[in-house]
Nanobody, 123 residues
Framework: QVQLVESGGGLVQAGGSLRLSCAGS????????MGWFRQAPGKQRELVASIGRGGNTIYADSVKGRFAISRDNANDTVDLQMNNLKPEDTAVYYCAGSSTFFETTSLRMYPYWGQGTQVTVSS
């Protein structure tokens, strides 16, 4: 059974930091790109960051310079370090496993999803 399990969400004040982690099982996620997405109430799910199997990354413009995605291929984990958080970063954050090798912004290229973890940033 393929699973992605996120952890690390919570409540933080604006300007603070959180680190999200995602652990994969049932599939060798290290061979494929991984991504973090988020969905705020009433909004569409959007890409936050993606990392290819070689370590290349893509970021949403809104998080560039504040967030960093990283992966540990030996342990099939992917992390999202979030700094200088803003109230507009409040959302449910999802870890996703891609069917491609390279980093991608296309939501349809991610067939595997975690259950999501809530991040709330207070002003």
């Amino acid at each position: 059974q393929v699973q992605l399990v996120e952890s690390g969400g919570g409540l933080v004040q604006a300007g603070g930091s959180l680190r999200l982690s995602c652990a994969g099982s049932g599939r060798t996620f290290s061979r494929h790109a991984m991504g973090w997405f988020r969905q705020a109430p009433g909004k569409q799910r959007e890409l936050v960051a993606s990392i290819g199997r070689g370590g290349n990354t893509i970021y949403a413009d809104s998080v560039k310079g504040r967030f960093a995605i990283s992966r540990d291929n030996a342990n099939d984990t992917v992390d999202l370090q979030m700094n200088n958080l803003k109230p507009e970063d409040t959302a449910v954050y999802y870890c996703a496993g891609s069917s491609t090798f390279f980093e991608t912004t296309s939501l349809r290229m991610y067939p595997y999803w975690g259950q999501g973890t809530q991040v709330t940033v207070s002003s």
